[in-house]
């Protein structure tokens, strides 16, 4: 088990750690041209990242087949943390809006959720280290704690974690080999939500109840995960939705507002279907203003495309449903575009 940072890029954004009295590092977490604000840092996998299944468990020692994925890509944002005192020798950043695909023996696995990065001295020796912990969703399964464990930091640059199950005395589980990278600024395409995008809440066929609709609007950030011919076996074209802010219209005069949305999500084109049209496909994991106790997963499936069709980058208009547009269901039809 261990966590390091290998230097690759051009180092900015100082983030300070104090080690100890009269010690300061300096542990630089992107380039300079990555995407800060408010929001902060959206990271993307690198396509050596790697998923795995089996016995990764190492307390008992476990003995079973540990299959690797055939790929595994995604995102996610590094927001800093307030200091929990004043003489705190660890910095901590949110890790928010995991947002991760892998896909093994053919099969696809959805990951989401968020947690804690962790920098500095742990212990009384000033050596300075890193840690991530997180809680996962795997294919909609509650949450799973992971973690890196502390290990010291070799270099500045590309973040580099390994996780393993926090319980460490289950046998079967899976692993994550994160390499991860600051997207830069120019390659977060800024989207917004176009008139008619809509959110609905109620009865589909064959349930009989009430459906309204309110007109939503919002933005996003669209990150590109890899070009056509990196992905799948040249199958898919994908993209990483980040920052989504999505909220009713009304919000003006409706406090609070109807609905409000907040995550992460994913946005594919399956270049190699059987089709006219290649389908595509959106994943949503959102966090509502409805007391829903963790982010709430919607999905589109793979449907055919009926506007945008070819533009680059795409023009999205889909449906993605949290019960699969059956009977009670809520549902967000989004009609989105690339801003000016």
Same mark, same amino acid.
């Given at each position: 088990?261990?966590? !390091?940072?290998?230097? %690759?890029?051009?180092?900015a954004?100082?983030?300070?750690?104090?080690?100890?009295?009269? +010690?300061?590092?300096?542990?630089?977490?992107?380039?300079?041209?990555?995407?800060?604000?408010?929001?902060? &840092?959206?990271?993307?996998?690198?396509?050596?990242?790697?998923?795995?299944?089996?016995? %990764?468990? #190492?307390?008992?020692?476990?003995?079973? /087949?540990?299959i690797?994925?055939d790929?595994?890509?995604? =995102?996610? %944002? /590094? =927001?800093?943390?307030? !200091?929990?005192?004043?003489?705190?020798?660890?910095?901590?950043?949110?890790?928010?809006?995991?947002?991760?695909? =892998?896909t093994?023996?053919?099969?696809? !696995?959805? #990951?989401?959720?968020?947690?804690?990065?962790?920098?500095?001295?742990?212990? *009384?020796?000033?050596?300075? +280290?890193?840690?991530?912990?997180?809680?996962?969703?795997?294919?909609?399964?509650?949450?799973? *704690?992971?973690?890196?464990?502390?290990?010291? &930091?070799? +270099?500045?640059?590309?973040?580099? &974690?390994? /996780?393993?199950?926090?319980?460490?005395?289950?046998c079967?589980?899976?692993?994550?080999?994160?390499?991860?990278?600051?997207?830069?600024?120019?390659?977060?395409?800024? $989207?917004? /939500?176009?008139?008619? @995008?809509?959110?609905?809440?109620?009865?589909?066929? *064959?349930?009989?109840?009430?459906?309204?609709?309110?007109?939503?609007?919002? =933005?996003?950030?669209?990150?590109?995960? @890899?070009p056509?011919?990196?992905s &799948?076996?040249?199958l898919?074209?994908?993209?990483a939705?980040?920052?989504?802010?999505?909220?009713?219209?009304?919000?003006?005069i409706?406090?609070?507002?109807?609905?409000?949305?907040?995550?992460?999500?994913? $946005?594919?084109?399956?270049?190699?279907?059987?089709?006219?049209?290649?389908?595509?496909?959106?994943?949503?994991?959102l966090?509502?203003? !409805?007391?829903?106790?963790?982010?709430?997963?919607?999905?589109?499936?793979?449907?055919?495309?009926?506007?945008?069709?070819? @533009?680059? *980058?795409?023009?999205?208009?889909?449906?993605?449903? +949290?019960?699969?547009?059956?009977?009670?269901?809520?549902?967000?039809?989004?009609?989105?575009?690339?801003?000016?």
């Amino acid at each position: 088990m261990h966590a !390091r940072i290998t230097s %690759v890029l051009a180092l900015a954004l100082a983030l300070c750690v104090s080690v100890a009295a009269g +010690q300061r590092v300096e542990v630089q977490t992107g380039p300079r041209d990555a995407a800060v604000d408010t929001g902060g &840092i959206v990271y993307r996998l690198a396509p050596d990242s790697v998923y795995s299944e089996g016995c %990764v468990g #190492i307390d008992p020692p476990c003995d079973c /087949l540990v299959i690797e994925g055939d790929a595994f890509r995604g =995102a996610f %944002v /590094l =927001a800093p943390m307030p !200091r929990q005192a004043i003489a705190d020798p660890i910095r901590r950043w949110a890790v928010r809006d995991v947002n991760w695909l =892998a896909t093994i023996n053919g099969e696809e !696995r959805e #990951i989401f959720g968020g947690g804690v990065l962790e920098i500095g001295s742990p212990g *009384p020796t000033p050596v300075v +280290q890193i840690r991530m912990r997180l809680h996962l969703s795997i294919d909609g399964m509650p949450p799973t *704690p992971f973690d890196s464990g502390w290990a010291p &930091i070799e +270099q500045f640059g590309t973040l580099v &974690i390994d /996780l393993l199950p926090a319980d460490s005395g289950e046998c079967f589980g899976q692993a994550f080999h994160l390499i991860a990278r600051p997207v830069p600024v120019g390659e977060i395409i800024p $989207y917004a /939500l176009r008139p008619g @995008s809509v959110f609905r809440e109620g009865c589909y066929d *064959p349930c009989d109840c009430l459906l309204t609709e309110v007109d939503v609007r919002g =933005a996003f950030g669209l990150v590109r995960l @890899s070009p056509a011919a990196a992905s &799948i076996e040249g199958l898919y074209e994908e993209w990483a939705l980040v920052r989504i802010h999505w909220r009713s219209v009304e919000d003006a005069i409706t406090d609070p507002p109807f609905i409000v949305g907040d995550g992460s999500g994913m $946005y594919r084109i399956n270049l190699a279907a059987a089709a006219p049209v290649p389908p595509h496909r959106l994943t949503l994991d959102l966090r509502l203003n !409805r007391g829903d106790p963790r982010p709430v997963h919607f999905d589109s499936g793979w449907v055919s495309q009926t506007v945008g069709i070819g @533009s680059n *980058p795409p023009v999205i208009v889909i449906e993605a449903a +949290q019960n699969g547009f059956v009977c009670f269901d809520r549902v967000w039809a989004i009609d989105a575009a690339p801003t000016p």
